[in-house]
């Protein structure tokens, strides 16, 4: 509770209402959008492109009630965003997270209207709200804020944004309180990517989780060159439930944000044409004058967005919830590690607890390219972190879930490719793999798999003093998930 006694409800409580004087409630795109004019360069595709101050989270500026102490300090600063929204002309918009019943929830973002920008994005990503709807969770972001401080009380659903005005702090807003509400539910939220590929034996559906930009929305929304009648659908981008039963509940019903920097028409040609699509909205991308787009330029960030809709992507599904999932894949970039190798349920969970991946642009841009361990890959985990391992465990052993570890960076100083990987993915939905045990890995992996050439990805051919490297990895894995005081034993054991 705060100095003046009002805790995180009565501070929700004190936010304006969406008919109050100086609130415009839900306008129109084209209303927000001219709201935006002043800040917009139009691009040659007709779409929209600003420039944020800030452009990556500010993770380091990011508390909650349930992990990190919350002090005098933290009560102002939250204090300061809802007393903000009620003296100031804001835009409040009403979206729905979700559309599964048991997890979905209503969202309500309030952002002053000379900020209309961050409104217009974010409002493309979620599923507008039924009328008269009253939110589940609150969001208030005030960009020029002389602070920079994100505040979270997931007891009342309410987060306050300031100083930022970087679009996917209210993006993540939601999304991080929505997996929190996922796991209070008896299921876990889940920082992944979901496809569904229809197959002559059937659909498999795969799941993918990952840091942002390694390659965890290029595979979700790949085809995976299938053709008729066979096809591939992406379901979902970022973030995920997977619910007790199996069923993997969708977030964002709308629209995904994606990463710009490389964007290849040849190699991505669904997510090139939605972004240069005239509904796409981009962030932080070159643009020129002329409106010219430039998605190899990283001059003002490596982080560059585009918030594109999903009715524009050819390989996305009407549905966001897959009924099942079959396969789970762990994306890494670890160099140590086959290109694909199978894993048990303990196996899983202790791959899911060390996370082992690279930092992106979109989480510490200072830190790009270092090898990073993120619980899940997940940066949004609210609550103890080895329980999330534990449940995620018993979640794939419960529902029979296949989960393998997937390598997209390099095999030593042999590069995986974007073919290579997407064969996987085919053969393992297929099940035209023969798996054999690697005693140097301590992993199953493929003898044979479809027409990738797998003989010429083994870590101990292709990595030099192989042994002794891994020894000290496995060493090391050890050491970290023994940090983790909820984490069941078998899991702890079950290092690779």
Same mark, same amino acid.
């Given at each position: 509770? @705060?100095?003046?006694?009002?805790?995180?409800?009565?501070?929700?409580?004190?936010?304006?209402?969406?008919?109050?004087?100086?609130?415009? &409630?839900?306008?129109?795109?084209?209303?927000?959008?001219?709201?935006?004019?002043?800040?917009?360069?139009?691009?040659? &595709?007709?779409?929209?492109?600003?420039? @944020?101050?800030?452009?990556?989270?500010?993770?380091?500026?990011? +508390?909650?009630?349930?992990?990190?102490?919350?002090?005098?300090?933290?009560?102002? !600063?939250?204090?300061?965003?809802?007393?903000?929204?009620? *003296?100031?002309?804001?835009?409040?918009?009403?979206?729905?997270?979700?559309?599964?019943?048991?997890?979905?929830?209503?969202?309500?973002?309030?952002?002053?209207?000379?900020?209309?920008?961050?409104?217009?994005?974010?409002?493309?990503?979620?599923?507008?709200?039924?009328?008269?709807?009253?939110?589940?969770?609150?969001?208030?972001?005030?960009?020029?804020?002389?602070?920079?401080?994100?505040?979270?009380?997931?007891?009342?659903?309410?987060?306050?944004?300031?100083?930022?005005? &970087?679009?996917?702090?209210?993006?993540?807003?939601?999304?991080?309180?929505?997996?929190? +509400?996922?796991?209070?539910?008896?299921?876990?939220?889940?920082?992944?990517?979901?496809?569904?590929?229809?197959?002559?034996?059937?659909?498999?559906?795969?799941?993918?989780?990952?840091?942002?930009?390694?390659?965890?929305?290029?595979?979700?929304?790949?085809?995976?060159?299938?053709?008729?009648?066979?096809?591939?659908?992406?379901? !979902?981008?970022?973030?995920?439930?997977?619910?007790?039963?199996?069923?993997?509940?969708?977030?964002?019903? %709308?629209?995904? &944000?994606?990463?710009?920097?490389?964007?290849?028409?040849?190699? !991505?040609?669904?997510?090139?044409?939605?972004?240069?699509?005239? @509904?796409?909205?981009?962030?932080?991308?070159?643009?020129?004058?002329?409106?010219?787009?430039?998605?190899?330029?990283?001059?003002?960030?490596?982080?560059?967005? %585009?918030?594109?809709?999903?009715?524009?992507?050819?390989?996305?599904?009407?549905?966001?919830?897959?009924?099942?999932?079959?396969?789970?894949?762990?994306?890494?970039?670890?160099?140590?590690?086959?290109?694909?190798? +199978?894993?048990?349920? *303990?196996?899983?969970?202790?791959?899911?607890?060390?996370?082992?991946?690279?930092?992106? @642009?979109?989480?510490?841009?200072?830190?790009?390219?270092?090898?990073?361990?993120?619980?899940?890959?997940?940066?949004?985990?609210?609550?103890?972190?080895?329980?999330?391992?534990?449940?995620?465990?018993?979640?794939?052993?419960?529902?029979?879930?296949?989960?393998?570890?997937?390598?997209?960076?390099?095999?030593?100083?042999?590069?995986?490719?974007?073919?290579?990987?997407?064969?996987?993915?085919?053969?393992?939905? +297929?099940?035209?793999? *023969?798996?054999?045990?690697?005693?140097?890995?301590?992993?199953?992996?493929?003898?044979?798999?479809?027409?990738?050439?797998?003989?010429?990805?083994?870590?101990? *051919?292709?990595?030099?003093?192989?042994?002794?490297?891994?020894?000290?990895?496995?060493?090391?894995?050890?050491?970290?998930?023994?940090?983790?005081?909820?984490?069941?034993?078998?899991?702890?054991?079950?290092?690779?």
């Amino acid at each position: 509770m @705060s100095e003046t006694g009002v805790d995180a409800a009565g501070l929700v409580a004190e936010l304006p209402a969406p008919s109050a004087e100086g609130v415009l &409630y839900d306008p129109d795109d084209d209303r927000l959008r001219s709201l935006a004019a002043d800040d917009e360069t139009t691009t040659e &595709y007709g779409s929209p492109s600003y420039v @944020s101050e800030y452009r990556s989270r500010c993770a380091d500026r990011t +508390r909650n009630r349930v992990d990190d102490e919350f002090g005098p300090a933290d009560w102002r !600063q939250m204090e300061a965003a809802v007393a903000a929204a009620g *003296e100031r002309e804001m835009l409040c918009l009403d979206r729905v997270v979700g559309r599964h019943p048991a997890v979905a929830q209503v969202c309500r973002l309030y952002v002053p209207r000379e900020h209309a920008r961050i409104a217009l994005a974010w409002g493309r990503l979620l599923e507008r709200a039924p009328p008269d709807a009253e939110p589940d969770l609150v969001t208030v972001q005030i960009p020029d804020h002389d602070e920079v401080a994100i505040r979270v009380a997931p007891e009342a659903g309410l987060t306050t944004v300031l100083g930022s005005d &970087y679009t996917g702090e209210a993006k993540k807003s939601f999304l991080r309180l929505y997996m929190y +509400r996922a796991k209070q539910a008896g299921g876990l939220g889940l920082h992944a990517g979901s496809k569904r590929l229809h197959l002559e034996t059937g659909a498999v559906g795969q799941l993918f989780l990952g840091l942002s930009g390694t390659g965890k929305t290029t595979l979700t929304g790949h085809g995976c060159w299938l053709d008729e009648p066979e096809s591939a659908e992406m379901l !979902q981008d970022d973030v995920c439930a997977m619910l007790p039963d199996g069923t993997v509940a969708g977030s964002e019903g %709308a629209g995904l &944000y994606i990463k710009t920097l490389g964007l290849d028409a040849a190699e !991505q040609p669904a997510l090139h044409a939605a972004a240069t699509a005239e @509904s796409a909205v981009l962030e932080n991308v070159a643009v020129a004058d002329d409106g010219t787009v430039d998605f190899d330029d990283d001059a003002l960030t490596a982080n560059g967005r %585009a918030v594109v809709q999903r009715d524009a992507l050819s390989s996305a599904g009407p549905d966001v919830d897959l009924p099942s999932v079959d396969q789970v894949f762990f994306i890494t970039r670890n160099p140590l590690m086959a290109p694909v190798a +199978r894993l048990s349920p *303990e196996q899983a969970a202790a791959a899911f607890m060390l996370g082992e991946s690279v930092e992106t @642009s979109a989480g510490d841009p200072e830190r790009a390219g270092e090898a990073v361990r993120v619980v899940g890959t997940n940066p949004f985990i609210v609550g103890p972190e080895g329980e999330e391992g534990n449940r995620f465990a018993e979640l794939v052993r419960d529902n029979d879930v296949e989960c393998f570890l997937l390598n997209t960076g390099t095999v030593g100083e042999r590069d995986v490719s974007v073919e290579e990987t997407v064969g996987i993915l085919e053969g393992l939905a +297929r099940g035209d793999v *023969e798996w054999r045990a690697d005693d140097a890995l301590g992993l199953e992996v493929p003898e044979r798999l479809g027409d990738v050439p797998v003989e010429e990805l083994s870590p101990p *051919e292709q990595v030099e003093n192989f042994v002794g490297r891994h020894r000290e990895l496995c060493e090391d894995r050890r050491a970290y998930l023994r940090t983790f005081e909820r984490l069941d034993d078998e899991i702890r054991d079950a290092v690779y």
